[in-house]
């Protein structure tokens, strides 16, 4: 049992690069369990953002400062016994369609250029109230217009497998041209940036596999939701 941990030892608390390439429900999981902190997490997943995004420019906005005062909120709450959500400290990036009080929201024009709305979209508000840590803003085309974030006005989104290429998908094992996508979530994805994305349908494209990241895409109804989210 000498490579394995014992009954009633706690598990080792994992490093920086094995953070950031955790799944959600891992991390989730090991905060829950007290193997390691919200603020531990996302510090792991801030300096892996300082480390590539010059190279990647996946995000548009990076908050730092916010994104750790929710983080030690999250463990001051565990330690108080508070029962929290199943996502409570998760690092989570959003798209720059979403407003965000504390966040610029430019949908990558500079036709926006620095505006702070004055309300959260209702998707943003929901994952603040469950605790999910937001890292900032992610790059995508002007206004969604687009497919490659090489409309975006503040430029594209690189590969982080081909920094050559704006995106790539893997299909079956073997590298082709990409269909419908936003990389600027893509990017962030496999370069280990962020646990979670929030993205849109627009066009199908929660549902075909993007970036070489290969997610599971669930579309809601707006119609039956009251609202995509995006909205106030």
Sequence with gaps: MDDETRPGEAMPSPDASELTRMTAAELAAAMAAGHVSALEVTDAHLARI????????AFLHVAADSARA?????????????ILGPLAGVPLALKDVFTTTDMPTTCASRILGE???PYDATVTRRL????????????MDEFAMGSSTENSAYGASRNPWDLARVRLRVVAGHARAAGPDRPGRGAPA??????????LDVGGRARPARGGGRPA?????????????AER
């Design 70 to 82: 929710a983080a030690r909120a999250v463990d001051e709450r565990r330690a108080a016994g508070e």
């Design 217 to 229: 895409g669930r579309r809601e109804r707006p119609a039956h939701r009251g609202g995509t989210g």
């Design 128 to 139: 603040r109230q469950g605790g999910v840590v937001l890292l900032g803003k992610t790059n």
């Design 190 to 199: 496999r370069g280990d940036l962020r646990a979670r994305p929030v993205r």
């Design 115 to 117: 505006w702070r709305p």
């Design 50 to 57: 300082d480390a590539a995004e010059k190279e990647l420019h």
